[in-house]
């Protein structure tokens, strides 16, 4: 049960990231 907490949490924390990138490239461009 540990192993996929462990799991779950990782997928929104790369999620996130990947959310914030896309936010400051199309800052970027405008």
């Known amino acids: 049960m540990e192993s ?3 799991v779950f949490d990782d997928i929104p ?3 996130s ?3 914030e ?5 199309t800052s ?3």
Do not use: A, G, S
């Open 4 to 6: 996929i907490n462990v």
């Open 17 to 19: 990231l990947d959310e």
């Open 21 to 25: 990138e896309d936010d400051d490239t």
């Open 28 to 30: 970027q461009p405008d």
């Open 13 to 15: 924390d790369k999620k």
